[in-house]
């Protein structure tokens, strides 16, 4: 059996670059069970103890309501997936971006009080009637420009060196809004959904990967959003060559990334368009396809094959090793489950998201109080203001039904 690596032995992390990327600060659990964050250096290689507790048990209990959720390292979690995958038993897992604090949880085992899930037709949300939405308050707080361009140049310096082709630039967003986290789990809809009691809720478009029962496997990489109000929306985002160039650097990368774990890989389908409705208006999203064949014996090995694609490629960049680290130079907060992936294992098949469109409760922030994570890529054709404009943009609530068919 193949175990995914420690993250710092990750291939994307190796030769001394186990940057903040990987973590900045090392959480365990601590006397009385508080938690208690202990900084790391960057290293090429586990610190003694740690790679020994990933093996096996959880490193770390989140406490949610007051309930704890067992998270582990990638070496350990990879092998709760491949164990689960032989025997046929559904779970659902979240990795988070650093691939530190990954939840492997069997279905059947999962509370709803502290753990939501809307993945494709699967779901242990209670049934509700659908209630009229109510009357709810919506103030994001967007940095200056001046500070979004801080960041922006950063990358753009790494670019123009020729150190990245595409850079996934993020920011945090605070946002006042009168409902609960589980509220808005409720009366967002999008064909990802997480909701990790007071920590974050997550309703995301993009698929990470989904595997039929027949280990055929295909990626839907989104790389590209609009307003759908503007004249010729569809038209312009098809057009625009900084669009275009971004979406087939990804579509290339994630194309290589599957390469490594299947075989006949092919984009099936190239820059299609979806509409998605937010509650200012909808985008245009664009997206393509990309299929190949996994071995037979995909199902005792789910753990290992996922965690050689991550972290994904959509929300990184290329080439991936260098793009992490300028990532970490120009990013002013930690991503944490943001733009990590969430899935699903049904006994057969699995479908997998990126998490991206995450709304978060920072710890110790007051009620009503979060943090939108959102961004965008960034080549050298990109243009400050745009990209500006484009991560507010995405700082929404799908509060109405998408059309989810791919």
């Known amino acids: ?71 582990y390292e990638a070496s350990a979690a990879a092998e709760r997936m491949n164990r689960y995958g032989a025997e046929g038993r559904p779970f659902l897992f979240l990795v988070d971006y650093a691939m530190r604090e990954c939840v492997v949880e069997p279905l059947e085992e999962i509370d709803p009080e502290r753990l939501l899930y809307a993945i494709g037709s699967r779901t242990n949300a209670a049934a509700r009637k659908r209630e009229t939405l109510p009357e709810w308050v919506w103030e994001p707080r967007f940095c200056p420009q001046e500070e979004y361009d801080r960041a922006f140049d950063t990358v753009m310096r790494q670019l123009r060196a020729g150190n990245s082709y595409l850079a996934n630039l993020t920011y945090a967003t605070p946002v006042r809004c009168n409902l609960s986290l589980p509220a808005i789990f409720e009366l967002t809809e999008a064909r990802y959904k997480i909701g990790l009691a007071d920590r974050f809720v997550c309703f995301s478009p993009e698929t990470f990967v989904r595997i039929g029962s027949d280990g055929t496997i295909a990626s839907f990489p989104m790389k590209g959003t609009i307003d759908a109000g503007l004249p010729d929306a569809e038209r312009r985002i098809l057009n625009d060559p900084k669009e275009a160039a971004e979406h087939a650097t990804i579509v290339d990368l994630i194309r290589n990334d599957l390469s490594r774990v299947a075989a006949g890989v092919k984009v099936a389908r190239y820059r299609y368009v979806d509409r998605i409705r937010t509650h200012c208006g909808d985008l245009l999203q664009v997206s393509s396809e990309i299929r190949g064949q996994l071995s ?39 991503r944490g489950y943001y733009t990590g992936i969430c899935g699903l294992f049904d006994g057969e098949k699995l479908d997998s998201g990126v998490m991206i469109r995450f709304l978060e409760q920072p710890v110790g922030g007051a009620e009503g109080e979060y943090l939108f994570k959102s961004g965008g890529g960034i080549t050298h054709r990109s243009d400050r203001g745009a990209e500006y404009e484009e991560m507010k943009k995405k700082v929404y609530v799908p509060l109405r039904r998408n059309d989810l068919d791919r």
């Open 1 to 71: 059996m193949i175990s995914a690596p420690h993250p710092a032995e990750h291939p994307y992390l190796r030769r001394g670059k186990y940057t903040r990327f990987a973590a900045k600060m090392l959480i365990l659990p601590g006397e009385s069970g508080r938690r208690v964050r202990k900084s790391i250096r960057p290293v090429s290689r586990p610190r003694s103890g740690i790679a020994a507790r990933a093996t096996g048990t959880a490193i770390l209990r989140i406490a949610t309501r007051g309930m704890n959720i067992d998270t």
């Open 296 to 334: 037979p014996d995909w199902h005792g090995r789910i753990g290992s094959v996922l965690f050689k694609l991550l972290p994904a490629g959509s929300v990184t960049g290329a080439p991936k090793p260098r793009t992490l680290e300028i990532i970490a130079e120009a990013e002013t907060y930690d």
